[in-house]
């Protein structure tokens, strides 16, 4: 059972910052697409940011510029963090790991991820 382990999710007010981290508990391999998606309360998830399978980041426009998405490979494992600065109340929700066999700049919807994290809480005040 694949497993992806989310944390870092925490209250922040507006302005402040989070690192949110993800850790594979299976072997990945190099060329796998890792993401992270969000979910607020009464909306659908959202892609925030992912790592495709070409190595290349791509954000969505609300977070670029405040959000930086990396990966890091350590015995085989990969894990996945997201920098989140400048946070905004908008930013609010469960923040979800995902990761995927193949993804690209242009093609990474959250139907096209089948290993998914259990989610951490972020909460920024005004």
């Known amino acids: 059972q694949v497993q992806l382990v989310e944390s870092g999710g925490g209250s922040v007010q507006a302005g402040g910052s989070l690192r949110l981290s993800c850790a594979a508990s299976r072997y990945f391999y190099s060329r796998y697409c890792m993401a992270w998606f969000r979910q607020a309360p009464g909306k659908e998830r959202e892609g925030v940011a992912a790592?495709?399978?070409?190595?290349?980041?791509?954000?969505a426009v609300s977070v670029k510029g405040r959000f930086t998405i990396s990966q890091s490979q350590d015995n085989a494992k990969k894990s996945l963090y997201l920098q989140m600065n400048s946070l905004k109340p908008e930013d609010t929700a469960m923040y979800y790991c995902?990761?995927?066999?193949?993804?690209?700049?242009?093609?990474?919807?959250?139907?096209?991820?089948?290993?998914w994290g259990q989610g951490t809480q972020v909460t920024v005040s005004s």
């Open positions: 995902a990761a995927t066999s193949y993804c690209s700049r242009g093609y990474w919807p959250a139907g096209a991820f089948g290993y």
């Open positions: 790592v495709t399978s070409d190595g290349s980041t791509v954000y």
